[in-house]
């Protein structure tokens, strides 16, 4: 039979994958090296994914969620437990043998406390090279509880970074820290003293409260700090460093008062983002805008009905005076009646222009309102007049403060009515809300309830509707600030990477708002201003609300007496009872926590920062912050360039959250967990009992037999591989699993290797490649393409790149080509080539591990460890990374290009053999090479043919020598064709499966030909694109030609046989 090679690949040619996924060690030969070839079988393995996730989809149960693939996790079968006593920080022992396979408790035993005690991590161990340095913070974790696969994703690219740098030579510093997470933190302990107490933190008392955090972030801290040390973060733990701790608190406090004293930190009493279940106001980065399209009906903490919006209510005020008639006005929020002082409406509005200067009846209070004309006014808007409630609007106070109308808060700090003489006092809001509806249509007021589009503002930490409420606050001006960090940016001086990033912070700086500092809650950095209280005496005692800024209350007193001419006996201080917002004293870290405002040795050697590593919902809470602060607190940016990776979402798409169950601790991942142990952590947290119903039925669905064993190197490994380009990126635990099995294949790589070197191997430098065998010599080119590519991936922050060539090197490269080609040389061949087999066997090992080893540092140290002792440091943490220039010598193109068509024949065999379901047998294979530089190249590499395509015997066909006549035939290319002789051909079956081939070939042809025939098509398409319309012409006109070639090969056969 006659087929080409591209032919078997379109029908049944990943039947052929069984042959290529033999580890080193199996009985049957494998294949592999070719990148073609493994990305036509990602394509496809795509598309056979996206199908399969298509049609669960299709058959989802409840909860909007498909079966996940998880519920077909395979466990492994084999564990292997490090049990020889090891003291705390001292070496492993490596002498004992290697376990049959490979198993995370065993390799990541004891190596961390050894790196740590041996100052690994820290840059006083390494000299540096011409004073060359990198320095990276931490972002620091919040305090809250542990670490979730967001931190994880941190840690695994961080470290592999700082590893890299570090094997490069460089000094590094990576700053571990935590953050006191003032309202997450204060929330978590707030509902474990309600569940375990039922006591809120007013019961308890401000003082009790704090210590009761205190208690829990030493808890948590430490659990945090483990977790960290399982990932394999080589953190500098001597510069450990916690936002309240006293060092930082005095940083943070410096760093109020310079601004204050730089003219941009400053008190007013303003509208704020106001929630209503912490009690505190939130910056607008912290507020969740939640579109609506027309009415619903949400739940709102703190109230027991649900709440319904998406309303536009219209109602009626009565003008004043004898002779009658109204103002229609829409609201939609009408429990804010009670607080109107106005109804505005636009000096160009024809239709109210003769009512401006009148006044109207408050619907339901006694008094009156006048009617102004402000050019704010939306004339489009409703009925094109609005109600003016200077207390709870932005908008409202900017035009209250532009007529002089009163300003007066509605609502208490709860969300309370508190408005003397009203029947509604001390309702809750939205309960107001009901009663004044109610209350319109009694009074017959009423005139329209309508479905409105709307954004309703979410507080991003309690989900509680947001109360827009005036408050004396602290803020800091922001537009000087934010001018000079755009200026950074179009300078180039700050990089953002994936520069996609770069044009949503130069539009959050251009519109930029001041930032309100005042937080009213008690966990966090009390403000260092002090409200100065004349006393009665005092010849100050008649002025009003009188602040001073000072480091301390002595220094308070002392500016005190110098600003207002007073004696220390004419006042009393009172510091401000708010604390900063959590983002302040952050956005100081890549500095405070080098000892800023000290000039320490650290700040001077690593500030500013090489880099920030970072989520991309950072952007505006951290990243502009600190770029902000650093420049305007230090004169220097903080960092050159920012990295942004993607959102973790569950392997469906969904965001991960305890709530929904699908959020995933790392530990779990690296050490295994059963499903009941997995939903008995959920009864550790405060989740209510309908969450926890959910979670517990969706862990049900998503991991029915639980989690397996992955371990720390498979998962950092899994998530260096995700492309970071993206918003978001889907975490499926069947992909760290799948890398857990590349593990036990590098693992059994290394034990074919130690097999293979014997006890009296030496190593010896590389050195000329011409001493080497040429299938050594390619597997050290690979080497060297491995090594280039790792080396320019890192360099370009594209760590994807790194981990796809170092997986496709160990697996295909070494695995699953070079392994199965050396064994006969090893069993057969002759001193001197056994020697040279096992000099490239070493250093693709030693080398390899190497590279890897920023990903897998674990596996690398045990394996690396157990290698023979060659010239190198005492641990691979500290090894020299490999340099493309000591592999350049290897680099052979035209190898590399010969050994390329000797897996394509070897792709066609494998194919045509799993074509007739033969990939077990060992026919016969001949090869009919037609041009030279296919005959050279079966020449070069017949040994390896043979080993690879699994065959009995491979033979070059002579020069006019006759094809064989009981033989499946397929082109490999048009200088190449493969003959393989078996008894098992079905000739009639072929022709008419060959039949109908060439039907589908020659449908696609004349449609190809049809598009390229329109008139417009010269005109209307790009060069690049007819070149590739021509290229399919000829590629489909060379398969249709070879197809019918095929088919009257195998009728003349069939015609012989009868």
Known sequence: MLITSRQLHKTRRWASCAALSVSCGSRMCGVGGNEKFQQDKDRWNKLHRKQRKEEKLRASASYGMSKSENNNLKFPKEFHVYDIPTPKGEKKDTSIT????????????????????????????????????????????????????????????EDALVRWHRMNGRRVLWVPGSDHAGIATQVVVEKKLMKERGETRHDVGRKAFKQEIWQWK????????????????????????????????KAVTEAFVRLHEAGLVYRDTCVVNWCCTLRSAISDVEVIPMRLTGKTALSVPGHRDVVQFGLLVHFAYPLDGLDGGEIIVATTRPETILGDEAIAVHPD??????????????????????????NSVNMQFGTGAVKVTPGHDIDDHAIACRHSLRTYSLFDEAGQLQLNGSPFEGLPRFAVREAVMNELGRRGLLRAVEDHSMTLPICSRTGDVLEPLLKAQWFVRCRDMADRALQAIEDGDLHLVPQI?????????????????????????????????????????????????????????????????????????????????????????????????????????????????????????????????????????????????????????????????????????????????????????????????????????????????????????????????????SFDVATVLNFRHFCNKIWNALKFTLAALGNDFEPQPLESPDRFGVMDQWMLSRLFVVT??????????????????????????????????????????????????????????????????????????????????????????????????????????????????????????????????????????????????????????????????????????????????EAAVAIVA?????????????????????????????????????????????????????????????????????????????????????
Request: hydrophobic residues 40%.
């Open 788 to 965: 280039r590519k790792a080396d320019s991936g890192f360099r370009e922050l594209d760590l994807a790149s790194v981990t796809g060539a170092l997986h496709h090197f160990w697996l295909q490269d070494f695995c699953r080509t070079y392994l199965e080609t050396v064994k006969s040389v090893l069993r057969f061949g002759n001193a001197a080539e056994q020697h040279m087999v096992r000099q490239t066997l070493y250093h693709c090992t030693e080398l390899g591990l190497r590279l890897i080893a920023p990903f897998m540092p674990f596996l690398a140290e045990e394996l690396w460890q157990r290698l023979p002792v060659y010239c190198r440091p005492e641990s691979i943490c500290i090894a020299s990374y490999p340099s493309p220039a000591l592999l350049q010598p290897f680099e052979d193109l035209d190898l590399a290009r010969e050994f390329e068509m000797v897996q394509e024949v070897i792709r066609t065999v494998l194919g045509l053999k799993a074509n007739y379901n033969i990939t077990r047998s060992k026919p016969k294979l001949l090869l009919e090479c037609s041009e030279d530089v296919w005959l050279r190249a079966m020449h070069r590499f017949s040994n390896a043919l043979h080993s690879l395509a699994c065959c009995e015997q491979v033979k070059l066909m002579e020069p006019g020598q006759a094809a064989p006549a």
């Open 218 to 249: 030493n808890e948590k801290g430490g659990e945090i700090l483990s977790q960290l040390k399982t990932l394999g973060a080589s953190l500098d733990w001597t510069r450990d460093c916690f936002t309240l701790n006293p060092e930082f608190s």
């Open 349 to 374: 509005d024809s239709r109210y222009a003769h009512l401006i200067g009148r006044r109207v009846v408050h619907p339901l209070l006694e008094r009156h309102l006048p009617v102004i004309a402000d």
């Open 501 to 729: 990033h770069e044009n949503k912070l130069r539009s959050w700086l251009t519109d930029i708002s001041d930032w309100c500092l005042s937080r009213q809650i008690w966990w966090g950095h009390r403000i260092p201003a002090y409200q100065l209280i004349p006393l009665q005496h005092s010849p100050c005692s008649k002025v009003g609300d009188l602040w001073i800024c000072a480091r301390n209350e002595q220094e308070a007193r002392e500016r005190a007496c110098e600003k207002f001419g007073m004696k220390n006996e004419d006042f009393t201080l009172q510091q401000d009872e708010d604390v900063l917002d959590t983002w302040f004293s952050s956005a100081l870290f890549p500095f405070a926590a080098l000892g800023w405002p000290r000039q320490t040795k650290d700040l001077e050697a690593f500030y500013p920062n090489t880099m920030l590593e970072t989520g991309h919902d950072l952007i505006f809470f951290w990243v502009a912050r600190m770029v902000m602060l650093g420049q305007q607190l230090t004169g220097k940016l903080p960092f050159r360039t920012v990295l942004f990776h993607p959102m973790v979402r569950g392997s469906h798409g969904k965001k991960m959250s305890k709530s929904l169950g699908n959020a995933i601790d790392p530990l779990d991942v690296i050490s295994g967990i059963s499903l009941q142990d997995i939903q008995s952590k959920l009864l550790e947290g405060n989740l209510t009992e309908s969450e926890l119903c959910i979670s517990h039925e969706l862990q049900k669905k998503q991991f029915p037999n639980g989690i397996p064993e992955c371990g720390t190197d498979a998962l950092r490994f899994a998530f260096c591989s995700l492309h970071l380009k993206g918003d978001d990126v």
């Open 974 to 1058: 048009p200088g190449c064709k493969a003959f393989l002789l078996h008894d098992l051909v079905d000739i009639q079956q072929e022709i008419t499966r060959l039949t109908n081939l060439g039907r589908q070939i020659e449908d696609k042809l004349q449609a190809m030909k049809h598009r390229t025939a329109n008139p417009s098509y010269s005109t209307k398409v790009s060069d690049a694109v007819r070149a590739r319309h021509a290229t399919k012409i000829s590629i489909l006109q060379e398969e249709l030609k070879a197809t019918e070639q095929a088919k009257q090969l195998l009728k003349s056969q069939d015609l012989k046989r009868k």
């Open 98 to 157: 290697l376990p049959s396979g490979y198993s995370p408790q065993f390799v990541e035993a004891s190596w961390y406390s050894w790196w740590e005690k041996k100052g690994f991590f820290s840059p006083e161990c390494h000299g540096a090279r011409d004073g060359d340095t990198f320095a990276i913070c931490l972002p620091p974790p919040n305090v809250t509880g542990f670490l979730h696969l967001g931190h994880a994703l941190t840690v695994a690219i």
